[in-house]
């Protein structure tokens, strides 16, 4: 499996850019089960587009696979190259969910972003690609909504 996919099993720095990250499907390991696979990022960083002052978001990815899964280590430093990248909360949330169809085509996914604070505003960003399929257990994303302190 080493030989198709990018990272797994080799030293890797982070990418520079989101557009230089690759992100490495691998075979379903039980492509004859229904199941959501949860990436859960609290720590997500990435800049804003006109201060160039960071932004944190905590990134919960739910997915249903259809014959291929995101290889873990590539969605890790996928995340990571968004760290000196400039980009609104809504863009780098809408193009990580894009990133991740077009890189496994799931029967259904759903990207939820938590984006902490910006100007005394918190903005949450939701995408996902269509009705959640029928017969997966679908947890709540576990987190809260934004209570001031």
Known sequence: ?????????????????????????????????????????PEFTSLCPVTGQPDFARLVIDYVPAGRI?????????????????AFHEDCTVTIAKRIVAAIGPDWLRIAGYWYPRGGIPIDVFY?????????????????????R
């Open 1 to 41: 499996m080493n030989d198709a996919v990018k990272y797994l099993g080799k030293q890797s720095a982070v990418p520079e850019s989101p557009g230089e990250a690759v992100l490495d499907a691998v075979p379903d390991p039980h492509p004859d089960a229904r199941y959501v696979v949860r990436f859960t990022a």
């Open 70 to 86: 995101v290889e873990s280590k590539s969605l890790k430093l996928f995340l990571g190259s968004f760290r000196n990248h400039g």
């Open 128 to 148: 996902q690609t269509g009705e959640p399929p029928a017969g997966v257990w679908l947890p709540d994303p576990g987190v809260e909504t934004y209570r001031g």
